[in-house]
């Protein structure tokens, strides 16, 4: 797995197909258990087949980025991977991207709009 740093906020996770990408993400929910939560871009470009415990592994750091009030996008599915997300109703679940610099570009947005309150009239 590669990780950079892309900005203070921000990480490119380059994820690698199993055996590696079990490791890869008992890495990242590690990181995340340890309270360095980054919004995060996971690049899924080599990464063909995604089993169950991997799946709760994802949703497990989806669930650990929203509390701590972070953005997780998914970028550069295999068609492989993307049936997977697909049959499993998960396409509804995660947002995605085509590529990194538009997943970027979507967690960039996200971290500078404020938050939206609401005010009473």
Not at 47 to 75: D, E, G, P, T, W
Request: glycine residues 2%; aromatic residues 6%; hydrophobic residues 45%.
């Amino acid at each position: 797995m590669s990780i950079e740093k892309w900005s203070e906020t921000i990480l490119v996770i380059e994820l690698q197909d199993d055996p590696a990408f079990t490791d890869d993400l008992n890495a990242l929910l590690d990181r995340a258990d340890n309270n360095d939560c980054l919004s995060a871009v996971l690049n899924f470009a080599t990464v063909n087949y995604i089993n169950s415990s991997n799946i709760a592994k994802l949703l497990k750091l989806r669930k650990q980025l929203l509390i701590a009030k972070q953005k997780m996008v998914l970028c550069e599915i295999s068609t492989n991977a993307w049936g997977i997300f697909l049959v499993t109703g998960l396409d509804k679940v995660f947002e995605f991207s085509d590529s990194v610099a538009t997943a970027l570009a979507s967690v960039q947005l996200a971290s500078d709009s404020p938050p939206i309150t609401k005010t009473d009239n």
